[in-house]
């Protein structure tokens, strides 16, 4: 500034320089006073004192988890504090959750707050466990035979919260241990599943992520009563609620549409009526697969009733061309599959149906 | 021309009989190749605000309770579900149900998951299968049914218990009432002794079929 004012007394009078300054000692006065208050207001916040707690909290390891986990072994009882101050250490690593979960009697004091009087510190209990679970095989173990029913058990509460955080600890259970999943399945997740998925509620989109996880990793798990329970219920899921793109690749891999069960007319109907909305609107591929695949195991049970107007052959061929026209080897498959179970069913002239196919060369 | 064209693009019938020829018919199965690849799948965690533990915890909007629980009319008791307050109100609060285990003709306790249709005679079977089929834990905190170690706490606790005054059969079977109300009355219970009352009744009612008989013979 000196510098700059010793260039601008070679061009400007005296009177402006005397002007000059007096402003700039008024805007260093200005920003002194300023400077001042703001150590004041930081003072009287204990702002220092936040900042070094919150910089302890953002790298919290494995001596710290350790210590609360000591100490609310010892009380037998974790406070909300607690409880978001482990969250966040599972957050930081998975040596904190190691590291938490070998310490014998840790996880039954989280067991306890997710099973007290109150439902704030059950929210609490349950996002720690949901962090938690992202931990290895070993830990989701211990978390579904220790807090599984329970968490089973509050899908059928009111809470929104607490059921959205059971769904997704759920989730990562599921995903993480097959031995995990097996247990969960005992305890009838299936069918509570598939009830959040088909009723109206702000979960349905979680629980079908959670029975696509079910149709993918524990598959062999699920029992010929989920089975049924599913094949009865197909109807109450409609292709326009959320999370409809899993449906058929649930159905598909559940085997709900087999030689085994036996489907209604209302849950055949359900089926194609979903099909059809998929064919007719732009989803991706997976779920044009798999729609294809139920329909074809549809056709394959020999009952032309549970076809619907799909059991008409100019309507038949008419969506075949239309999924044919994507040209998707993967799916040409299982349309050429389909026909074929369609053509075992006899309802028209073979040659005429195959001769108004478009299928491209 | 065009038909010409347009035939040369799609298969023909033959050539579309010869991949159906090819191709098995009958159900598809879940591990019959080839499997699309699915989208991979990341785990979820919860994140935590560190306002939440730094910052002014009173603040925080706490969820109430009774609103997002069921609660028993009779006892106050809070469950977390529908079906679990139902099983705790036939089993704790309705006499029907309390004669219909007595009778033991048939079973009574519905297993705690709403979807298991079983039933069984006594809480004790009840809890041994959710153990063992629903992989439940022994201490579940929502079991309804009577505390066992309790039960067999009360007759030792008569062994070894001081000798005391009898107290009158009449005054034990009473309820307990409060006895004091710091200058305020307060009705919060419904007046207990009608229901003693009524018996009482009943009891003339069979002591007066008794004369009628007595008279009669």
């Known amino acids: 500034i000196l510098f700059k004012l010793k260039q601008m007394d070679s061009v400007t009078t005296p009177v402006e320089n005397i002007l000059l300054r007096s402003k700039i000692r008024g805007y260093a006065r200005d920003q002194r006073l300023e400077c001042r208050i703001k150590a004041k207001d930081a003072l009287r916040i204990g702002l220092g004192q936040v900042k070094e707690e919150m910089a302890a909290l953002e790298s919290l390891g494995t001596k710290d988890v350790t210590g609360m986990a000591g100490r609310i072994k010892r009380r037998k009882h974790a406070t909300s504090e607690d409880l978001c101050r482990l969250s966040l250490a599972f957050l930081q690593g998975s040596d904190n959750i190691n590291a938490f979960a070998i310490i014998p009697g840790a996880i039954q004091v989280l067991v306890k707050e997710l099973t007290g009087p109150h439902i704030q510190r059950h929210i609490d209990a349950v996002e720690c466990l949901c962090n938690l679970s992202l931990g290895e095989a070993h830990v989701s173990e211990k978390i579904a035979s220790l807090a599984g029913s329970y968490m089973v058990t509050y899908l059928d509460g009111k809470e929104e919260r607490l059921k959205r955080s059971c769904l997704w600890t759920l989730a990562n259970i599921l995903a993480t241990c097959d031995k995990a999943g097996r247990i969960l399945l005992q305890m009838q997740l299936v069918p509570k599943l598939w009830r959040l998925y088909s009723e109206p509620n702000g979960c349905q989109a979680d629980a079908g992520f959670c029975l696509y996880l079910v149709a993918t990793h524990c598959r062999q798990h699920v029992s010929a009563d989920d089975r049924r329970y599913i094949a009865q219920n197909l109807h109450q899921k409609k292709p326009e609620d959320p999370a409809s793109e899993y449906f058929m690749y649930i159905v598909h891999q559940l085997e709900i549409v087999g030689q085994d069960l036996k489907l209604g007319t209302k849950q055949a109907e359900c089926l194609v009526h979903f099909f059809e909305a998929t064919v007719s609107s732009s989803v991706d591929n997976l779920c044009l697969i798999y729609g294809v695949r139920v329909m074809a195991n549809l056709v394959a049970k020999g009952d032309p009733k549970l076809l619907g107007g799909l059991a008409e052959p100019q309507n038949f061929v008419k969506t075949l061309n239309h999924l044919f026209a994507k040209r998707d080897s993967q799916l040409n498959l299982d349309l050429v599959r389909l026909l074929r179970n369609f053509l075992h069913l006899n309802l028209s002239d073979s040659n005429v149906i195959l001769d108004s196919l478009q299928i491209y060369a | ?217």
Do not use: W
Not at chain 2, 22 to 51: C, R, W
Not at chain 2, 62 to 79: G, V
Not at chain 2, 134 to 154: I, L, M, V
């Open chain 2, 1 to 217: 021309m065009d038909s010409d064209a347009v035939g040369s693009v799609f298969l023909s019938r033959e050539q579309i009989t010869k991949i159906l020829s090819e191709t098995p018919a009958g159900f598809i199965k879940p591990t019959d190749p080839p499997s699309p690849s699915l989208p991979p799948f990341k785990k979820l965690g919860v994140l935590v605000e560190i306002d939440d533990i730094v910052g002014d915890q009173e603040k925080a909007v706490k969820i109430s309770d009774k609103e997002q629980s069921y609660s028993c009319a009779e006892c106050r008791r809070m469950l977390p579900t529908a079906h679990l307050l139902d099983l705790h109100i036939t089993e704790q609060h309705d006499f029907y149900f309390a004669a219909s285990v007595d009778r033991g003709d048939k079973p009574m306790f519905a297993c705690f998951l709403e979807e298991c249709t079983t039933k069984f005679h006594t809480p004790r079977q009840r809890k041994d299968h959710c153990i063992i089929v629903h992989k439940f834990p022994a201490n579940y905190r929502f079991d309804q049914g009577r505390d066992k170690a309790k039960e067999k706490r009360k007759p030792k606790s008569k062994t070894n218990s001081m000798e005391v005054d009898e107290v009158p059969a009449e005054t034990r079977s009473l309820p307990y009432i409060k006895a004091f109300s710091f200058g305020h009355q307060t009705h919060r219970t419904f007046y207990s002794r009608k229901a003693q009352k009524s018996g009482e009744t009943l009891d003339d009612v069979q002591s007066m079929k008794d004369a009628i008989n007595d008279i009669l013979d």
